[in-house]
T-cell receptor
Framework: RKEVEQDPGPFNVPEGATVAFNCTYS??????FFWYRQDCRKEPKLLMS???SGNEDGRFTAQLNRASQYISLLIRDSKLSDSATYLC???????????FGTGTRLKVLA | SAVISQKPSRDICQRGTSLTIQCQVD?????MFWYRQQPGQSLTLIAT?????????ESGFVIDKFPISRPNLTFSTLTVSNMSPEDSSIYLC??????????????FGPGTRLTVL
């Protein structure tokens, strides 16, 4: 089993749609979780951290399910500018290191 | 968040040569990391750059191929030695943004796009 697994997509959705991505992780001791966004030919940028209680930032909602070892990202009212690759990132327990998923590609269509 | 710059932003090199990539941060940071992102792939950690000591390399990466320097808390270099076309990739430095403990977010430099002919 991969340490961090994501559906590579692409997810093609119309503007205004709601889309959700899941990411599973294998190490139950992981404590820190993040979603990063990466535009084509650019560096990854932090989108949001994922907290145990779930958190929301505008149109974006992140949730953590420890029992099933997955995190999710929900995007409401999709915009064309949301088109990007979304990377799931999980810490390696006991270290400063992070493990990156392969990313989920999102295309928002006009 | 930290502001991170990398030089060069891109380069095209001949096989057998070496390239040194610089990473500069606008504030002092304890943890700096070097990643590689091959075309269509996600990020793979090469090594953790430690100030005042040797870098810590991940499985599959060795110091002879990827020597790293970390002379102070704001700067690091990664050298890609004796390059081959398989080294064509984007090389990214990142910093741990936290002031204490584990589990902090990382911020990335803009990357160096390397093509080896």
């Amino acid at each position: 089993r991969k340490e961090v697994e994501q559906d590579p997509g692409p997810f093609n959705v119309p503007e205004g749609a709601t889309v959700a991505f899941n990411c599973t992780y294998s190490n139950s001791a992981s404590q820190s979780f993040f979603w990063y966004r990466q535009d084509c030919r650019k560096e990854p940028k932090l989108l949001m951290s994922v907290y145990s209680s779930g958190n929301e930032d505008g149109r974006f909602t992140a949730q953590l399910n420890r029992a099933s070892q997955y995190i999710s990202l929900l995007i409401r009212d999709s915009k064309l500018s949301d088109s990007a690759t979304y990377l799931c990132v999980v810490n390696k327990p006991g270290t400063y290191k992070y493990i990156f998923g392969t990313g989920t590609r999102l295309k928002v269509l006009a | 968040s930290a502001v991170i710059s990398q030089k060069p932003s891109r380069d095209i090199c001949q096989r057998g040569t070496s390239l040194t990539i610089q990473c500069q941060v606008d504030s002092q940071v304890t943890m700096m990391f070097w990643y590689r992102q091959q075309p269509g792939q996600s990020l793979t950690l090469i090594a953790t750059a430690n100030q005042g000591s040797e870098a810590t390399y991940e499985s599959g990466f060795v110091i002879d191929k990827f020597p790293i320097s970390r002379p102070n808390l704001t700067f690091s270099t990664l050298t890609v030695s004796n390059m081959s076309p398989e080294d064509s990739s984007i090389y990214l430095c990142s910093v741990d943004a936290g002031t204490s403990g584990l589990g902090n977010e990382q911020f990335f430099g803009p990357g160096t796009r390397l093509t080896v002919l």
